[in-house]
């Protein structure tokens, strides 16, 4: 009896913990693959990433968008740029008014990137890479180049 027990615990605690970790692996809708291509203009391209960030503190002489967005260009310098299209989504609630006018920085308004992609979890931060087929993979709070490039041929694939 104390080994179900044990066993029962043990296969909850897996459970509970995988929720978060783990990526959703399902497909888009076609209402959500045309919702989100209409709000970031993504018609070229095979893949598509949505970085969802916090902006980056700004300095003296350079604001929070400019920061942000010599930040992400030097991440994503040694990716293709003719099949991979890249957004910059602002995910903080707070903030968004600094940023409202940029052509740039994307803001996600009616929550529709955290809601899609990041409806659990609590980070300010994380990446969705899309393909055009609908499939996805998120990787939430920090990441690396390496683990984008990853995701990016496991989509491929």
Known sequence: MKKYILILIIALGLKSTAQNSIPR????????????????DWHDGTILIINFIMPLKSSATSTIEETTVAYWNDFYK???????????????????????????????????????????????SGVAILNKKGDFKIK??????????????????
Do not use: H
């Not at 692996?25 to 970031?40: C, D, G, H, N, P």
């Not at 690396?144 to 491929?156: D, G, K």
């Open 78 to 124: 040694n990716f293709d740029s003719e099949k991979i299209k890249i957004k910059l989504v602002y995910s903080d609630c707070t903030g968004r008014k600094q940023i409202k006018n940029s052509k740039i920085i994307n803001i996600d308004e009616d929550e529709i990137i955290r809601s899609t992609f990041f409806p659990r979890d609590k980070t300010c």
């Open 140 to 157: 939430s709070g920090k990441y690396t180049q390496e683990n984008v490039s990853e995701l990016i041929s496991q989509l491929e694939n």
């Open 25 to 40: 692996f399902v497909k888009l809708t076609t209402t959500e693959k045309k919702s989100i291509a209409q709000k970031l």
